[in-house]
């Protein structure tokens, strides 16, 4: 399903947090505020915004990940803040999100697109 404009106002803002996180595998979380809930992907890399990303859509997580830092529950390791910020969601469709990311070191429109494999984020524009 699309976003459409008229629905934009009630969803579109919102706030992002990307979590190092060491558990099962050094990996970064992207979570990206959507009404209650962070629409989660694991990325594979490093999110150096020059790069494309591979990435895996994970369940949503509560909004409480916005701020916190420190151990996972159940033995699953521990995550630290490596970038937060604001989300303008643009388009959301089973197959592709897109948005604009305003944090210290990610800024700029993203795509997070489905491929054979799993999934890549990509920076589109830079946001001047």
């Not at 209650?36 to 859509?57: F, G």
Request: hydrophobic fraction near 40%.
């Amino acid at each position: 399903m699309t976003v459409s404009a008229s629905q934009c106002d009630s969803i579109v803002r919102g706030r992002f947090v990307v979590l190092t996180h060491d558990h099962p595998f050094l990996h970064w979380d992207l979570m990206l505020e959507s009404h209650d809930v962070l629409k989660t992907w694991r990325l594979l890399a490093e999110p150096d915004s020059a790069s494309v990303i591979p990435a895996e859509v994970s369940p949503d997580h509560r909004q409480h990940y916005l701020d916190y830092e420190g151990p996972v529950s159940g033995g699953r390791g521990s995550v630290s803040r490596w970038d937060a910020g604001v989300v303008e969601w643009l388009e959301s469709t089973e197959h592709r999100s897109r948005f604009v990311l305003d944090g210290e070191r990610l800024a700029g429109e993203f795509a997070i697109d489905d491929v054979v494999n799993g999934c890549e984020l990509r920076r589109l524009a830079t946001v001047d």
